[in-house]
């Protein structure tokens, strides 16, 4: 009974305030490599998929780092590149932009093993009690890749999350 009243009274009780914020790594480059060529490689697409097609809208290359199968596993979004690439550009109608020298996107780690790839990013959310304010969590994006392109997406979204 006793092990199972601390997570209990956890769930139960108000939100702390005292949470420590989530930091991106300094470099989130430095990163996506590895000695392994495998893991390199796959880590290096992940990078293109974060920073060229999340980060700078560059859908155009999406061929590039996805399968066409891109089997996918976020709720909102069917499977298959054209169908993501339709919904990045015509859904949510992302725009190309010139795509920075270092990526911005705050990365705060990238774990890669076997066939996957896991990022982890800091995700800043409105306080629901105070919309002024605001916390920071961890977002999450995990590919398996097939020959240097991704062909599975896994993803923490929610029917009606609109994503970090």
């Known amino acids: 009974m006793k092990r199972l009243l601390l997570p209990t009274l956890l769930l139960l009780a108000p939100a702390a305030h005292a949470q420590e914020a989530v930091v ?3 470099d989130p480059e430095s ?3 590895s000695p392994d060529p495998v893991l390199h490689r796959n880590k290096q697409a992940a990078l293109h998929i974060v920073k060229d097609l999340l980060e700078c809208g560059e859908w155009n290359k999406a061929d590039l780092f996805l ?3 891109y089997h996918q596993h976020n709720p909102m979004v069917p499977s298959g590149r054209d169908t993501v690439v339709h919904f990045f550009t ?3 109608k992302v725009k190309p932009k010139v795509c920075p020298a270092h ?3 705050p990365v705060v780690s990238v774990t890669a093993e076997g066939d996957r790839v896991v990022v ?3 995700r800043t959310q409105k306080d629901p ?3 002024a304010k605001t916390y ?3 977002w999450f994006d995990m590919w398996r890749f097939v020959d240097g392109k991704a062909d599975e997406h896994w993803d923490g979204a929610t029917l009606g999350d609109p994503g970090p």
């Open 103 to 105: 990526m911005a996107t």
């Open 120 to 122: 982890s990013f800091v």
């Open 90 to 92: 015509q859904v949510l």
């Open 67 to 69: 399968t066409p199968a």
């Open 136 to 138: 920071t969590t961890t």
């Open 24 to 26: 991106a790594a300094p």
């Open 31 to 33: 990163l996506f490599t």
């Open 129 to 131: 009690k105070d919309p």
